[in-house]
DNA sequence: CGCGACGTTGATTTGCCTCAACGATTGTGG
DNA sequence: CCACAATCGTTGAGGCAAATCAACGTCGCG
């Protein structure tokens, strides 16, 4: 069961089997039903999750009550808001399941004792937090920069998995566009 | 000159004097005048930059040749293409002076020496980064759920200087509109 | 002084949104 | 297992926010 996280975290920094373990002891095993809400706007997000099988979405709602969906998760991702979890602070997020979904979670109490028995695991998460501001460097440049086909194209090569997974408005919300909008610009690419 | 730095640092994590030496110890001092361009699009990153005194921008070029203003960096806060400096490979950034600028730099190896040397800095480091992640996070939903009117408000609030400071076109670019559009939305702003 | 960078304003265009109607598919309770 | 509602994707007509293009005044600077 520990297979792909491990894997996942030993990506970015070498751990022994002994640090796995500890890491490992402290996560828990948790499986949700699609539709399931992990979090909601004004809560204190108490977790970060790796998702050992199924999806999610993470979104803002915005004055208007339009859902804004920042992040996918999938296989082998993480999900949390990590300025709640952080801080200890009610966020503005939603976290949402897609899909029935498997995670093995992490609350900030065990973060902290992972971290102060093995101090190696702040490097760990240093590195997968600075991926993740890149990603979200991308992103901003894309929303502001590219046409709504280069968005939905370049989304196809990042996540070719999820099209098939999540209805395509949610796909839309992602790429800051209308689902009418959306399908729209896949009828013109299909002329092509 | 180092007071401003470790009051930066100390506010994620508490240092002693002793290790804060260390820190300083491996800073470069260094100033830049006034349009001095300190990364190109396909260099690799070597630095991290704390800014002392003066202010630099952050931006993507884009296909038709356009600036897109990722960021701007003032007194107190940290400048650095984070991805490229941290996987050793060539970026897609340009960051540039925009008044004459004092910076406290890092280079990799020095990074490398201050963890090894004084690991709570690891700790330190996904703090920030942590905190970039969610200013990135916010901004992106700006871009897309807010109109240009809000997100020129919004700016105001949060860097009430730099409009004093920086061509207004430089603003227009952060906020993901013409140079044009922003002059309008303020004319209709002073309206009312 | 004269040039280039900058901000403003107006006319026109356009990419995307809004609203509405319509089939297809899904799923759910009887 | 069917009937009906809900969810979803598509298409079209019309509208709007922001882009484009162009002209012009101002300022700072070599």
Request: net charge positive; aromatic share 12%; glycine share 4%.
């Amino acid at each position: 069961m520990f297979e792909e996280i491990n894997n996942n975290v030993c990506r970015y920094v070498a751990f022994s089997t002994e640090e796995l373990q500890i890491f490992n002891n402290l996560l828990k095993h948790k499986m949700f039903p699609k539709k399931a809400c992990l979090l909601r706007a004004g809560e204190v997000c108490n977790f970060e999750g790796f998702i050992v099988k199924g999806s999610l979405r993470k979104y803002y709602i915005d004055d208007n009550g339009n859902e804004v969906i920042i992040q996918f998760g999938i296989e082998n991702g993480w999900i949390s808001d990590i300025a709640s979890f952080s801080d200890r602070k009610p966020g503005n997020l939603f976290i949402e399941c897609l899909e029935d979904t498997e995670l093995l979670l992490l609350d900030p109490n065990s973060k902290e004792s992972l971290l102060s028995q093995v101090p190696k695991f702040e490097r760990f998460y240093r590195k997968l937090v600075e991926k993740n501001v890149s990603t979200m460097q991308n992103r901003l440049y894309f929303s502001i920069a590219k046409t709504a086909e280069q968005k939905y194209l370049d989304f196809l090569e990042h996540y070719p998995s999820i099209p098939q997974r999540v209805p395509q408005h949610y796909i839309a919300s992602y790429l800051g566009m209308t689902p009418e909008f959306l399908s729209k610009v896949r009828a013109r690419l299909l002329k092509k």
